[in-house]
């Protein structure tokens, strides 16, 4: 037997009294009649009401991982209750409609992309920092939500009920709650802080854009609904609050995308009226408002300021930008992209070199600017091609209710400019179950008899159970993952690292799949080492020490096997390899040869994040330490050295110099004002004798950072070494004057004032010094000897005197 689901009047055998199971559709098997179907109908209600509000504090992502398991955890008990009910009655009863063709389509080909996406766990389940909207487990509940919406309720035109028209009431009821208590938290009324969330921008759907389009909903909502006369519902007597609060949040937000899709709903508003109910009336509100937009998206008129509300900036890649890595992603992987929800992924191969000269340089983006640059990037041509059907399919069946088409208009407008997140599929699957569901007709039921035919039944059996099997898997290992996070949670908010550490591998044993676990745990660990290497030096007897250096050990040990695990099950995220990296910077000092290794990690995360300047810094500064280290071994040991020794030495100093030159300046040409890479490639010239270079790049330093009284500092020795004393004095006042306690400074300072004779003035300096170090004996003797007249420069060199204190040397 074929199914078709658009037959009409579609007779599939008929019954004992002779009467064809079509007609049995919109008799003997009504809704009314399918007791397990009122259970289906109320988990409905409650996602429509509780997902746009709905948030639990206890974990990481307190919105859309909830979210998720919410929708999941309902949608999945009302399939199996709907099997249950398969089974019990022995007929399937199955609404008609193009819109199941869009949602299997659009369901098949988010399996194909989670099979062959490059990180599939974030495609299958989503992931913290990346999203939870677009996974594969997020696409079946929104799916089977919208199965359960088409064929647990009653259309518009059946005569058992007003399902339809209750549905729209609870979601817009559900909304102005929203907007409500988002708007409540804007002007500083602590609504949230029962749930410990004090942040003014905070709302229960997510970025105060994603509130803004929430408001565009409710606003075409309020035009659009018809009030019922004999029977008003709740959401009746908000209607025009809830109109009048979603215009004035959005002329709070002011922003042009939020316009262009208020606008993309009211054309269709002015439509949809022009095609049922042409009074003049009905244009007025449409067209105030969008000539309300019009003019503010213009005039650009900040009302939030005028209340006295400070919103928070979203930042994004522009459209540019997601529009370039579209096109590269696309020529990699056509076919399937990246995988659900691994922009990310993406981003780090292909973000645009001119994003590192902004502020937003360091910022790893976890999606593109708009849902349809997401489809692109992460989906490819498969699922790009499952959405675009599944939003004709939409616009198909929304000619055939113009009150639900402004609706769906603003999600499509939404999806082409802004990223979509749990709460806004939601309201996408919901729209669309509801354009389904008022095209739907009586007599467009499908019935079959399974127990007529052995083979139907033993394929229902199978079906049902197979769909318990995968709801009690799902169930199962979504679970785990709610499980672990609410541990991984309560680990990062104790104050104890020991109570840290117990928890986060009691979160890694739940869910070992989650990096974001893993790299927190290697983090604690490294804690750990500096932690023991200071139990270390206040140990007393041998077996405290052997103690502490067995627990350094195990640390280490453990650091470095969780990292390569890490880095071996997901090898394309670059996150992973950045952090074993600084795991084996962290043990330089500690385990041989963690020099060679970090920055053999630095090379793989370069590999999939080209254009950071990030690790070719630390590499530079691996080879850097290395150079210092090993001339601090010369200096410090001498003639102890072998002179082939000495020699090799000297070529692996010279080695690291030019390697670490190598890395300073591939940084810079990545990001030509970071200043650190300068910074350090000036330290690399002065060790190389090529001390105007050195001062170039610190002169460069310190333009950018005019107030970093170290920089200052080092350029003044600089200085002084080039024989520019006169800069050198005058940068060294600079330092004292930014930071009068820089003990060092002040040293310099008083040398350079003994050099120049005027020794009542260098006095002066050290005696300011002395207030802030009153026992040092260095400074002591340099007093007395100064009181006496005894001068030391000349004629020594002010650069051969060793600072006051080391430690501030690099402060």
Request: charged residues 20%.
């Amino acid at each position: 037997m074929d199914i078709n689901f658009l037959r009409k009047g579609n007779i599939e055998e008929d019954d004992n009294f002779g009467y064809p199971a079509a007609t049995l559709a919109a008799q003997s098997f009504s809704i009314e009649k399918l007791p397990l179907f009122k259970y289906i109908r109320i988990l409905v209600y409650i996602l429509v009401f509780l997902v746009p509000l709905f948030f639990i504090p206890w974990t990481s992502d307190i919105l859309d991982f909830d979210k998720q398991f919410l929708v999941f955890s309902l949608s999945g008990i009302g399939l199996i209750l709907y099997v249950a009910q398969v089974i019990k009655t022995g007929h399937l009863v199955l609404k008609k409609s193009l819109a199941n063709y869009g949602a299997l389509v659009f369901l098949a080909a988010a399996v194909l992309v989670a099979l062959f996406s490059d990180f599939k766990y974030l495609s299958i389940f989503g992931g913290f920092g990346a999203g939870f909207q677009g996974s594969l487990v997020s696409t079946a509940a929104f799916a089977v939500f919208f199965f359960l919406v088409l064929n647990a309720f009653n259309g518009p035109e059946d005569l058992t009920g007003h399902d339809f028209k209750k549905l729209l009431d609870v979601f817009g009821l559900s909304s102005f709650l929203v907007l409500v208590l988002g708007v409540l938290q804007i002007f500083k009324v602590p609504v949230f802080n029962l749930f410990g969330v004090t942040a003014q921008a905070f709302n229960t759907v997510g970025t105060m854009n994603s509130l803004g389009i929430i408001a565009a909903l409710l606003l075409v909502i309020s035009l659009t609904k018809k009030p019922d006369k004999e029977r008003k519902t709740l959401f009746d007597y908000v209607r025009l609050p809830a109109l009048f609060l979603s215009l004035f949040l959005l002329l709070i937000l002011n922003w042009w995308v939020l316009w262009l899709i208020v606008i993309s709903g009211l054309v269709f508003v002015l439509v949809s009226k022009s095609l049922s109910d042409w009074r003049i009336l009905n244009y007025f509100w449409p067209l105030t408002i969008i000539l309300l937009a019009v003019v503010f998206m213009l005039l650009k008129f900040n009302l939030a300021s005028s209340f006295g509300i400070s919103l928070p900036i979203e930042v994004a890649p522009s459209f540019s930008a997601s529009f370039d890595i579209a096109k590269q992603a696309f020529v990699k992987d056509p076919l399937f992209g990246v995988g659900q929800e691994n922009f990310s992924l993406a981003y780090d191969l292909y973000r645009p070199a001119s994003i590192n000269n902004t502020v937003f340089w360091n910022i790893r983006f976890p999606e593109a600017t708009s849902e349809l640059f997401n489809f692109l990037i992460t989906s490819g041509i498969v699922g790009l091609a499952g959405l675009l059907f599944l939003v004709w399919t939409g616009f198909k069946l929304g000619l055939k209710n113009y009150d639900l088409l402004p609706l769906f208009a603003v999600l499509v407008a939404t999806l082409i400019l802004y990223p979509f997140n749990i709460s806004l599929g939601f309201s996408f699957w919901f729209i669309l179950g509801l354009l389904a569901l008022a095209a739907s007709r009586r007599e467009d039921k499908l019935v079959v008899n399974l127990e007529k035919s052995p083979r139907h039944s033993l394929i229902t059996s199978v079906s049902f159970v197979g769909v318990l099997v995968l709801a009690v898997i799902g169930f199962y290992f979504m679970t785990l993952r709610y499980t672990a996070n609410i541990k991984f949670t309560r680990a990062m908010n104790a104050t104890d690292i020991d109570r840290q550490t117990q928890i986060a591998v009691e979160a890694i044993n739940l869910d070992r799949n989650d990096d974001m676990y893993s790299r927190a745990l290697t983090n604690l660990l490294i804690s750990r080492v500096s932690q023991e290497l200071q139990n270390l030096g206040n140990a007393k007897t041998d077996s405290e020490k052997q103690a502490v250096i067995t627990k350094i050990q195990n640390f280490s040990a453990t650091a470095i096997d969780l990292g390569n695990e890490t880095t071996q099950r997901h090898p394309k995220d670059s996150a992973n390899w950045f952090s074993q990296a600084l795991v084996y910077e962290n043990l330089i000092n500690i385990i041989d040869g963690s020099d060679q290794w970090a920055v053999k990690m630095y090379q793989e995360y370069s590999s999939l994040s080209p254009q950071d300047p990030v690790p070719y810094l630390r590499t530079g500064n691996i080879h850097l330490v290395r150079a210092d280290f090993l001339r601090q071994l010369i200096f410090g040991q001498g003639a102890q050295i072998k002179p082939e020794d000495r020699t090799n030495m000297e070529s692996q100093i010279i080695d690291n110099l030019k390697r670490a030159q190598e890395s300073f300046r591939k940084a810079i040409e990545l990001k030509s004002d970071y200043v650190l890479a300068i910074y350090n490639l000036g330290v690399v010239y002065d060790r190389q004798g090529r001390v105007k270079d050195a001062i170039k790049q610190l002169e460069l330093t310190r333009s950018a950072n005019p107030l970093d009284a170290n920089v200052i500092f080092q350029l003044s020795l600089l200085y002084y070494r080039d024989n520019q004393k006169d800069k050198s004095f005058n940068e060294l006042q600079r330092t004292t004057t930014i930071f009068p306690d820089f003990s060092n400074a002040r040293w310099y300072l008083a040398l350079l004032y003994e050099e120049r004779g005027e020794l009542d003035k260098a006095l002066s300096e050290l005696r300011k010094i002395e207030e802030l170090n009153p026992d040092n004996e260095i400074l002591k003797d340099k007093i007395s000897q100064l009181e006496r007249g005894k001068r030391s420069i000349p004629p020594e060199k002010v650069t051969g005197v060793k600072p006051l204190e080391e430690k501030s040397e690099n402060q």
